[in-house]
């Protein structure tokens, strides 16, 4: 693809699971990539595996050292480091705080150190990997549910205030994928998700169909539209079919 030959990319969150996809599409394509991990092994593993660079740490801290080590250009970033943060309202705060710090506030570090450059050049890519979960929900996950409907939000944001500047923004909204985020969600995710679950080289192939139709919203579940419209159309039909969902797995025993 063309659009990313030579490219600058940097992925967090990218020693397995989607983003190890992400970053092997990517290198496969002709990028330069920064695979980044807070698993200094997992992020080494990746790295050597496809010709990057490692980065490992925290994905709040770490794009200016993806970006030198990208000679000074990050032209996409991969914001796909997330938390999966199961539990109710009833949460301790610090796993509140831990889910909206990595699934949000990680974005909108790494946006405040990317957009000077990005908006000066006239272009950038910001790949956010949200989940339906920010477009729809999950049971038995307040703390993700509600920090990526954030994430999507500050995508759909970042969009439409510099699209004309030259930004590409990309929301990716899957459901269940074969990843180890599946596996912890238990219970819920074997009863919500696993039915339908994909393999991390889908969701890949599903942002790059993206790429080439220039798309903000990227559904790997091409039926998580059909929610969403439901969602907005008939709210109260929609909780409902929700509400009976959550019964249905507290019947499981959770």
């Given amino acids: 693809m063309g659009t990313v030959q030579g490219a600058g990319v940097v992925v967090t969150g990218a020693g397995g699971g989607i983003g190890a996809a992400l970053a092997r599409r990517f290198a496969a394509e002709g990028a330069r ?42 032209d996409v970033y991969c914001a796909n480091a997330g938390l999966a943060s199961p539990g109710d309202a009833f949460a301790d705060e610090g796993v509140w705080a831990a889910a909206w710090d990595v699934n949000v506030m990680a974005h909108v570090r790494a946006a405040r150190t990317l957009l000077p450059d990005w908006l000066e050049r006239g272009s950038g890519r910001f790949v956010s990997t949200v989940s339906a979960a920010g477009l729809l929900t999950m049971v038995g996950a307040a703390p993700y549910s509600v920090s990526k409907h954030g994430a999507y939000a500050f995508a759909e944001w970042l969009s439409l205030t510099y699209r004309h500047r030259g930004l590409k923004v990309h929301a990716i909204c899957p459901q269940g994928v074969r990843t180890d985020m599946l596996t912890a969600a238990g219970s819920a995710g074997e009863l919500v998700l696993a ?60």
């Fill in 33 to 74: 990539v920064v695979v980044n991990d807070i698993d200094p092994t997992r992020t080494k593993t990746i790295a050597d595996e496809i010709g990057a660079t490692a980065v490992p740490g925290d994905a709040s801290e770490i794009v200016a050292e993806a970006r030198d080590a990208l000679d000074g250009t990050v």
């Fill in 195 to 254: 039915p339908t679950a994909i393999e991390p080289e889908d969701v890949a192939d599903a942002l790059f169909e993206g790429i080439e139709a220039d798309r903000f919203l990227i559904l790997p579940h091409p039926e998580v539209a059909g929610y969403y419209e439901a969602r907005a159309a008939t709210p109260d039909r929609w909780l409902a079919g929700m509400s009976h969902l959550q019964q249905k797995w507290e019947g499981t025993g959770r």
